[in-house]
């Protein structure tokens, strides 16, 4: 299936620090999401990228899209421990208006 | 805020029995979604519904079946349950336009069957 997969799985940082995820597709997106995960909790939609934009802002978070490579990162900046979480890119590919398809995340630990 | 709603944070049945899984979104959105979660395998959807009525099998749809007889709600049914079901059950509502798609979701429900 048409699933996005972030590497790296697990990421552990020291707060204040940035914190970069990836995340590779193999087919033409219409957008790509990232949401991210409190442990035990549902996803919460973070940013969403249009497969024509290269990059996207929101507060400390820096999205890209490089659609030649079929890849997006999700870059955290100054990071705090709040920031402590999975962190998710989910696709709708250009022959599903609906479907979502998630990867199977990043786990991000930040250390005080 | 959004908000949905699962019937459920934890439910522990027994094999063969049926189980029902609510989901409740207060925001008028026409489609929904379930989704199991395992580790390493991300989320993957199970069915979902883009109006009263109507579903679609999502990626996973066997030995589940979903109801959705009023827009709000959207039930997912595990006619039998077995072991190899107990996962991590999200639900999703979420509105499509030309600008922006985003999903909202539960909280979860961990069903373990034993």
């Known amino acids: 299936s048409q699933q996005g997969e972030e590497d790296p799985q697990a990421l552990s940082i020291q707060e204040g620090e940035n914190a970069t995820m990836n995340c590779s597709y193999k087919t033409s997106i219409n957008n790509l999401q990232w949401y991210r995960q409190n442990s035990g909790r549902g996803l919460v939609h973070l940013i969403l990228i249009r497969s024509n934009e290269r990059e996207k802002h929101s507060g400390r978070l820096r999205v890209t899209l490089d659609t030649s490579k079929k890849s997006s990162s999700l870059l955290i900046t100054a990071s705090r421990a709040a920031d402590t979480a999975s962190y998710f890119c989910?696709?709708?590919?250009?022959?599903?208006?609906?479907?979502?398809?998630f990867g199977s995340g990043t786990q991000l630990t930040v250390l005080p | 805020d959004v908000k949905v709603t699962q019937s459920s944070r934890y439910l522990v049945k027994r094999t063969g029995e049926k189980v029902f899984l609510e989901c409740v979104q207060d925001?008028?959105?026409?489609?929904m979604f379930w989704y199991r979660q395992d580790p390493g395998l991300g989320l993957r959807l199970i069915y979902f519904s883009y109006d009263v009525k109507m579903k679609e099998k999502g990626d996973i749809p066997e030995g589940y079946s979903v109801s959705r007889e009023k827009k709000e709600r959207f039930s997912l049914i595990l006619e039998s349950a077995s072991t190899n079901q107990t996962s991590m059950y999200l639900c999703a509502s979420g509105i499509i336009t030309t600008s922006s798609y985003e999903q909202y979701f539960g909280p979860g429900t961990r069903l373990t069957v034993t």
């Open positions: 989910a696709l709708i590919s250009s022959g599903s208006a609906r479907q979502l398809t």
């Open positions: 925001m008028d959105h026409e489609n």
